[in-house]
């Protein structure tokens, strides 16, 4: 049996980027999706809800959360493989060094802004995954968005988010082989448009913040942030 | 001569190194009656002979055709690659992008798979290892048909030869961050991938060249195109992605295995 | 000094191939025995060993650069040649070979220069295999244009980067052959010595320019691909490392130097804007295909050109030249610039400058046009001289730029020393007294390409070799020559700089043997450079040591060199008291002020041997027989 084409994804530096530039795509849509889902919180605890009845109800859904946590594995693995290499191989002992005009913000803090998001999952997963859903998912996800840290913090990991995706989207399509002088000014802006879409997390959290669904003081569950 | 009566002064702050490994440190030089008609390696030979005449060790810099296209020539002036100009080699900088008094930084590649061989020199051979792993057509001496027997799309011709432009400079390693050689292994392989001369071998080239490349310890692309920004032949960063097309095309739909390396016949 | 050439016998159209079939052959086993040191990694030195690789032999590349493909040959811009016949417009193998011989003043071998118009297709043939991007039409075939010099476009280019792309081709070539482990490439290594061993070339010694160390390395036969002289005057348009000091040691060593003084001036170079000017930048001829030349009419016009009215301009090659206007051969184009600026009305600050005038040609086709074709070059000719060309005509000055004089070889390309073959711009064979533009790139590969590979393998598989190791006396001997010569340079600590050394004899060499010489001038720079030799050896001063990488010591040596090749130069000047190709005496002009040939006289290749230091050289010649070309005034009226 030839491996010899797996091994050169691991252990290849293209091979790793196809790797990260895959499980990044992927990441990206499946934060799309989530975006789609979050949306639904304007439409009312009901609606919200039942969405998250019939995703509970899928007899897959524990298969499909280990696929999204292998893919998330997979990018970190990737991302850190590669930023070890590339520490390595920086450029060092410079008097004075300027960046040539190609960098960006966004490429610039992709490990910051990898590490942020990293945490903020972290976060997320403790606040939102591994808690008592016994009060209703809309009730605890719209109580932690009356919270005024917990709202900064969400703010800011969607805006570590819109950074990394920034650069990520449309690095993924260069890594992947797309670049073409009549798509990809257009791969450029989807990039930025998905990257941008991410504001919407945030949008939807300082919305309860600022109370605007006008919800009575007395309906508001307050959550223990852990 | 008119040289003395627009001369102005400038000091050059340059890296002093003996030879690879050793410590290095930068150095100040005045250097006077500096013209601004002066390419800035001109000013350089000014400071060398100065040097020269005191019996001091000149400084060592790479340069040879002076007009752009050997590669030879390659400095970090003031933490540009290349100097200032856009797209441009060192050796076609001149002096009259500099004012009477101007502090001056001169420092070689710094990049790891290019040590310093002495002063601002530096080894660039591992590019020439990346070369003989496939950066070519395999056909001898003798077997070709006509050359008119196969015609070339024109666009594919003038996107063959954009990227043939590189003159292998080293500029793109240095500009990158991860001191990645990806703009100049794809432009090599774009050359030859988007001719049909060159189509036979695209799968082993790229495999063999990827596996060169890996093996001289450059860095890994993070897609941020400081390579493209600064390439004096303005090789563009498609290369890459051609590369990348290549090898996951090779990979995965190819029978190609890269050539064993330094194989003896 | 035997200067049989080995023409073979039949006719011209069957001599190539009638020698092929008589050269002996060697077994491809027994090719693996046999090692072959190129020397240079050029366009000829380069696809040689590429052939001779694949052919199985055992080879050895030596450049002075970090890179082989960073040889001069990198820099030709314009194009190639090639008899192909594309664009139907008459070419034919036979036009080329006239062409070149007339191009040439008819002072280069009739044999060679047609075995060259033959080989010119098949080297267009492998570079497009090799990957060449060569400028295409629309339907997918290979572009053409003209060049200076001809009526027909049988010019293949690559846009300005011709010389990149053949040299890219070769060196790719190569590198496959160092992958298939046939060849190997000792890049940052410079040749100082040849080295005989009973009579035959036998190894080279080079001095590693990293280290310093003399290295010895044998062979069985030497190929010198070092290319041209021209930086003897110092300011030319070859790189600062372009240099003569293998092919005068190969002199030195026994091998004939034919028709030293045989330079090429090119006519379309940037002038120079002070002392300090470390070397010339050419911009391509092809410039003449749209650029008009002109000098204002009256002397000592300092108005901008702007200012001076069409009646008060002087297209002069137009009016001296109607049949070829601005495209006239080069040396041709370069003198007509030299006499209007002796005559005081040469433009810009120094007035050593003529007008390259594209305003005609960007109202006939739009600037666009002319941007797309030569952009590069306009955009060159700014970083430079910070003007614009497409508002203000440009300036242009001829300058050195290429040698046809060079070793003598025989119809293998063999020196006189047995199994040192010299390639490329190195020998003298094929251009004669002058190059036609695109002729250089094509005789560097047919060289190293077609012909060498074949004649070297015949030199090999007749010739008995006794064995030869680095480690014979011979080479401890050569190294220790070497070695004292560096010592010597070392210990003067003089107050001069090779560098100001250099610019001393370029000087003289522009002023009294440039673009016209005459017996007074050349008598007097025959003074000049044994001075400036004397004062080399008594006041030169190298800082550092010689065990180190020292770029000082290597261009000291080089400055030695180019002083003693001078006065063989100078000599080989004043000994042709002709007028031909680039090679222009005064006293042998037309009423008109045109070169006029002395074929009664001249017609040979002016061959000198070294008889040893401080001795007069010997001269010989070999005459030039014409039987295919009838010779004529070169006119192109």
Known sequence: MNIAFIKRIIFTSIGRKTVMALTGLMLGAFMLFHLAENLLLFKGEVAYNNWVDLLLSNPALPLIELGLLAVFLAHIAAGVWVRIEDWLNAPRGYESRKWQGGRTIGSATMLYTAVLILAYLIYHMLTFRFVDHSIGFYQMVTSAFRDRTFVAIYVGGAAALVLHLSHGMQSAFQTLGVNDPKYTPFIKLGSWLVALAMIGFALISVYFLLNMDACPADAIYQVTIQ | MSDKKNGFSVTVRVWRQDGTGEPGRMKAYKVSDVSPDMSFLEMLDLLNEDLIKKGEKPVTVESDCREGICGCCGLVVNGDVHGPDEHSTVCQLHMRRFRDGDVITVEPWRVKSFPVLKDL????????????????????????????????????????????????????????????????TGAKISQFALLPQGSPERQRRVLSMLEAMDREGFGNCSNEYECEAVCPKDVKVANIARMNREFLLANFFGKAEPQSAGSRD | MNLDAKIPAGPI????????????????????????????????????????????YNVKVFTLHDSPRRAHSIAAQGGINAAKN?????????????????????????????????????????????????????????SNRSFGGAQLSRTFYARGQTGQQLLLGAYSAMMRQVAAGTVSVMNRREMVDLVLKNGKARGIIARNL???????????????????????????TNAATCNVSAAWAAYKRGAGFANPCFTQIHPTCIPRSGEHQSKLTLMSES?????????????????????IPEAERDYFLERRYPAFGNLVPRDIASRAAKAMIDEGRGVGPTGLSVYLDFRDSIK???????????????????????????????????????????????????????????LGEANFSDHGANRLGASALMQGLADGFFIAPATVGGYLGS???????????????????????????????????????????????????????????LKKALKKVPEIREEFWSEVTVPGSDKDFNQTLEKAMKVADFLEFAELFLKDALERKESCGGHFREESCTAEGEAKRDDANFSHAAVWAYSGEGKEPALHKEPLAFEHIKMAERSYK
Not at chain 2, 130 to 141: F, K, L, Q
Not at chain 3, 98 to 118: I, M, S, W
Not at chain 3, 295 to 303: E, I, S, T
Not at chain 3, 364 to 390: C, P, S, V, W
């Open chain 3, 13 to 56: 159209e069957k001599k190539w191939d009638n020698h092929k079939f008589n050269l002996k052959l060697v077994n491809p086993n027994n090719r693996r025995k046999y090692e072959i040191l190129v020397v240079g990694s050029g366009l000829a030195g380069a696809s040689a060993a590429a052939s001779l690789g694949e052919l199985g």
């Open chain 3, 364 to 422: 006939r086709k739009g600037a666009d046009k002319i941007k797309a074709e030569y952009g590069n070059l306009f955009d060159m000719y700014y970083q430079i001289t910070d003007e614009n060309g497409y508002a203000t005509p440009m300036r242009i000055y001829p300058a050195p730029h290429y040698t046809m004089g060079g070793l003598w070889v025989d119809y293998d390309l063999m020196t006189t020393i047995p199994g040192l073959f010299a």
């Open chain 3, 210 to 236: 990293i280290t310093g160390e003399l290295e010895s390395y044998a062979g069985h036969a030497v190929l010198l691909c070092t290319g041209g002289y021209a930086n003897v005057f110092y300011l030319s």
């Open chain 3, 463 to 521: 010739t008995k070799f006794e064995p030869a190791s680095g480690s014979d006396p011979e080479f401890a001997e050569t190294a220790g020559q070497v070695q004292a010569r560096i010592n010597r340079i070392l210990s003067i600590k003089g107050k001069k700089t090779p560098t100001e050394l250099h610019r001393q004899l370029g000087n003289v060499m522009w002023n009294d043997c440039g673009m016209a010489r005459n017996e007074s001038t």
């Open chain 3, 287 to 307: 410039l003449r295909n749209d650029g008009r030349i002109w000098v204002p009419k009256a002397k000592g016009d300092k108005r901008p050109a702007g200012q």
């Open chain 3, 86 to 142: 594309y664009p139907n417009d008459g070419d034919s193998v036979w036009r080329l070979f006239h062409d070149t011989v007339k191009g040439g003043d008819y002072r280069a071998r009739e044999a060679n220069v047609y075995r060259l118009a033959q080989i010119s297709n098949q080297i267009i043939d492998h570079c497009v295999a090799l990957g060449v991007p060569f400028a295409r039409e629309y339907g997918g075939l290979l």
């Open chain 2, 121 to 184: 020199v530096v080894d660039r051979s591992a590019l020439e290892r990346i070369m003989a792993a496939g950066g070519y057509i395999s056909v001898n001496t003798g077997a070709a048909p006509d050359a008119n027997a196969a015609p070339v799309n024109k666009d594919d011709a003038e996107e063959a030869m954009d990227a043939a432009a590189c003159i292998g400079c080293g500029a793109c390693v240095t500009a990158c961050p991860n001191g990645a050689a990806m703009l100049f």
